[in-house]
């Protein structure tokens, strides 16, 4: 399913920023909230994976019903999952799309992965101590 | 211990009067700040002490390493970004912005990923904007446009809009409108006393119908415009020309959907229109708490508020170009040091895919995503619970924040300082 993602701040993202390290943040932030509707037609329960991919990359999420999100939009609080999927282009004004990327939303059995794995994926080391 | 007038260090209201209960070294309670304060003051976590990758693995060093690796890091460099900055206090950036200079290289700050464009628009057309407190005492008309401050802002709608009583406001929840635009609904819009729900992409058309509206031209428009009936429009613009006083604040819904700060631009357009019957003004909200002083700091000692470019010996400005998601997705930079942010976690993939591959320094009080990709990492204290500074609120008020916690960090503001000295050393002998 094709859909715009949205991203911004929530009270528990921000609310758990300073420690990046925690579940809290961890799931707030691969939250993907959407509409009842697109999670039927999905065929997708409350708490189950969706893959969500873009051309920059792909990332699973957990979905979360929302009747304040419009059908045809996913709101992702800002984070490392987000970001995962968001392209560099930034149309000469050194902003990214960060509020306004097309990504396509699917059903998966795929685990969602911890926020060092994703930082793995790209390059880093993590930092566990 | 129960310290009063304390400032919160989390986002741009500065918010100046709460209340830290100290005890054993250690911060057990907090009055008046929101979750989000309330979170930053009791956070703990902190990293005990320098940290260096070695291959796999990572290895506790001294403050002095630390800083040896980060001196030779940034003196090795052809192009460092010095990013950040947003977190810390005045002091510590005017370091930063001295530091840049001498090693021609490039200092951004956060507001390049928020409300950059907004100052773009503000080059362009100028900031009709005011302080809180005007807002606060005057304001009978309050737009919130592509922001929710119940989740972001969570004090701001208590301290100076809809909750606030003010001078000429004696009841403010009955004598304050408040209208809240937005593409989706939130907990804010269900405080408003009018929403405008309006298609995601669609805010630069929908502004400009109303400033068509001011200016008499509306019986020109469409039935709806960006999603938006005409008669909600029109009734949006009867309410505004009919206020003593209006206030605009927007967010990041207008500077990171398409049009970025020329949606801005027709914003301040609009206020400037709306002048013409009323008194209106219009302000961004700023998120980091002390962003806009990066911004302030930056202006005084180079001319321009972020992504300034000192590879020529001289000043340079070019937004798109020398701004950090551009220059590490362009993989320009070959070292970067990064201070009080977390870009790994707030900058797209392809940014973070080239911090990977280059020398990395954070100075930062916690570990955060950026921390796997750091070479080394710093931990200081933070700026407004163990380190005293100079932040400015959103309206541009400068407010000295407090130490309210005695520990052996040292500061964002020493650390730069002995780098700054070293490389003093070597390139001004």
Request: contains cysteine.
């Given at each position: 399913?094709?859909?715009?993602?949205?991203?911004?701040?929530?009270?528990?993202?921000?609310?758990?920023?300073?420690?990046?390290?925690?579940?809290?943040?961890?799931?707030?932030?691969?939250?993907?909230?959407?509409?009842?509707?697109?999670?039927?037609?999905?065929?997708?329960?409350?708490?189950?994976?969706?893959?969500?991919?873009?051309?920059?990359?792909?990332?699973?999420?957990?979905?979360?019903?929302?009747?304040?999100?419009?059908?045809?939009?996913?709101?992702?609080?800002?984070?490392?999952?987000?970001?995962?999927?968001i392209g560099g282009e930034t149309h000469s004004t050194g902003m990214p799309d960060f509020k306004s990327t097309e990504v396509t939303v699917d059903a998966t059995d795929?685990?969602?992965?911890?926020?060092?794995?994703?930082?793995?994926?790209?390059?880093?080391?993590?930092?566990?101590? | 211990?129960?310290?009063?007038?304390?400032?919160?260090?989390?986002?741009?209201?500065?918010?100046?009067?709460?209340?830290?209960?100290?005890?054993?070294?250690?911060?057990?309670?907090?009055?008046?700040?929101?979750?989000?304060?309330?979170?930053?003051?009791?956070?703990?976590?902190?990293?005990?002490?320098?940290?260096?990758?070695?291959?796999?693995?990572?290895?506790?060093?001294?403050?002095?390493?630390?800083?040896?690796?980060?001196?030779?890091?940034?003196?090795?460099?052809?192009?460092?970004?010095?990013?950040?900055?947003?977190?810390?206090?005045?002091?510590?950036?005017?370091?930063?912005?001295?530091?840049?200079?001498?090693?021609?290289?490039?200092?951004?700050?956060?507001?390049?990923?928020?409300?950059?464009?907004?100052?773009?628009a503000i080059q362009e057309v100028g900031h009709p904007g005011c302080t809180l407190g005007q807002v606060k005492n005057r304001a009978d008309i309050i737009i919130y446009?592509?922001?929710?401050?119940?989740?972001?802002?969570?004090?701001?709608?208590?301290?100076?809009?809809?909750?606030?009583?003010?001078?000429?406001?004696?009841?403010?929840?009955?004598?304050?409108?408040?209208?809240?635009?937005?593409?989706?609904?939130?907990?804010?819009?269900?405080?408003?006393?009018?929403?405008?729900?309006?298609?995601?992409?669609?805010?630069?058309?929908?502004?400009?119908?109303?400033?068509?509206?001011?200016?008499?031209?509306?019986?020109?428009?469409?039935?709806?415009?960006?999603?938006?009936?005409?008669?909600?429009?029109?009734?949006?613009?009867?309410?505004?020309?009919?206020?003593?006083?209006?206030?605009?604040?927007?967010?990041?819904?207008?500077?990171?959907?398409?049009?970025?700060?020329?949606?801005?631009?027709?914003?301040?357009?609009?206020?400037?229109?709306?002048?013409?019957?009323?008194?209106?003004?219009?302000?961004?909200?700023?998120?980091?708490?002390?962003?806009?002083?990066?911004?302030?700091?930056?202006?005084?000692?180079?001319?321009?508020?972020?992504?300034?470019?000192?590879?020529?010996?001289?000043?340079?400005?070019?937004?798109?170009?020398?701004?950090?998601?551009?220059?590490?997705?362009?993989?320009?930079?070959?070292?970067?040091?990064?201070?009080?942010?977390?870009?790994?976690?707030?900058?797209?993939?392809?940014?973070?895919?080239?911090?990977?591959?280059?020398?990395?320094?954070?100075?930062?009080?916690?570990?955060?995503?950026?921390?796997?990709?750091?070479?080394?990492?710093?931990?200081?204290?933070?700026?407004?619970?163990?380190?005293?500074?100079?932040?400015?609120?959103?309206?541009?008020?400068?407010?000295?924040?407090?130490?309210?916690?005695?520990?052996?960090?040292?500061?964002?503001?020493?650390?730069?300082?002995?780098?700054?000295?070293?490389?003093?050393?070597?390139?001004?002998?």
């Amino acid at each position: 399913m094709k859909v715009m993602m949205n991203t911004g701040r929530t009270v528990d993202q921000g609310a758990n920023v300073e420690n990046k390290r925690s579940v809290a943040y961890r799931d707030e932030t691969s939250t993907c909230f959407m509409h009842f509707f697109d999670m039927m037609e999905l065929g997708i329960d409350e708490g189950e994976n969706v893959l969500v991919a873009s051309p920059y990359g792909r990332v699973v999420l957990t979905a979360a019903a929302d009747d304040l999100i419009k059908p045809g939009t996913i709101f992702v609080p800002y984070g490392p999952y987000a970001n995962h999927i968001i392209g560099g282009e930034t149309h000469s004004t050194g902003m990214p799309d960060f509020k306004s990327t097309e990504v396509t939303v699917d059903a998966t059995d795929e685990p969602r992965r911890t926020i060092y794995e994703l930082m793995e994926e790209l390059g880093g080391l993590p930092y566990d101590h | 211990m129960i310290i009063k007038d304390t400032v919160c260090p989390f986002c741009g209201c500065l918010c100046d009067d709460i209340e830290v209960t100290v005890e054993d070294g250690k911060i057990v309670a907090t009055d008046n700040a929101c979750t989000l304060g309330t979170s930053k003051f009791l956070g703990d976590h902190r990293m005990k002490s320098p940290i260096r990758r070695v291959g796999k693995e990572w290895k506790e060093i001294s403050y002095d390493e630390a800083i040896d690796y980060t001196v030779d890091m940034l003196l090795d460099a052809d192009r460092p970004l010095l990013y950040g900055w947003s977190g810390t206090h005045g002091e510590a950036q005017c370091v930063g912005v001295h530091m840049a200079e001498l090693l021609k290289g490039v200092i951004d700050n956060t507001s390049s990923v928020c409300h950059g464009p907004s100052i773009l628009a503000i080059q362009e057309v100028g900031h009709p904007g005011c302080t809180l407190g005007q807002v606060k005492n005057r304001a009978d008309i309050i737009i919130y446009w592509g922001c929710n401050p119940i989740d972001a802002h969570p004090r701001h709608l208590s301290r100076y809009t809809r909750y606030a009583n003010g001078f000429f406001l004696e009841n403010s929840f009955r004598d304050r409108k408040v209208i809240v635009v937005d593409v989706r609904k939130s907990q804010t819009t269900n405080l408003a006393d009018e929403f405008v729900q309006i298609k995601p992409g669609c805010d630069y058309a929908v502004l400009s119908a109303l400033r068509a509206i001011v200016r008499g031209k509306g019986d020109d428009l469409p039935r709806t415009v960006g999603g938006v009936q005409r008669e909600q429009l029109f009734r949006i613009v009867d309410l505004c020309k009919k206020a003593k006083f209006g206030a605009v604040y927007f967010g990041l819904g207008l500077t990171m959907t398409a049009g970025k700060y020329k949606n801005i631009r027709n914003a301040i357009e609009l206020v400037d229109e709306l002048n013409r019957h009323t008194k209106f003004t219009i302000s961004a909200m700023r998120g980091h708490y002390n962003v806009y002083g990066s911004n302030e700091v930056n202006t005084w000692m180079t001319g321009y508020p972020f992504g300034i470019d000192f590879s020529r010996g001289i000043a340079f400005y070019n937004p798109g170009e020398t701004t950090a998601v551009d220059i590490l997705a362009r993989k320009e930079c070959d070292a970067c040091l990064i201070v009080a942010s977390d870009p790994a976690a707030h900058f797209p993939r392809p940014c973070i895919e080239h911090l990977a591959e280059i020398p990395v320094v954070q100075i930062d009080p916690y570990a955060n995503a950026t921390t796997a990709f750091c070479d080394v990492q710093i931990p200081v204290g933070i700026t407004g619970i163990d380190a005293a500074g100079t932040a400015y609120r959103m309206d541009g008020v400068p407010i000295r924040t407090k130490k309210v916690l005695e520990t052996a960090y040292p500061s964002d503001e020493e650390i730069l300082g002995s780098v700054y000295a070293r490389i003093q050393e070597v390139r001004q002998p």
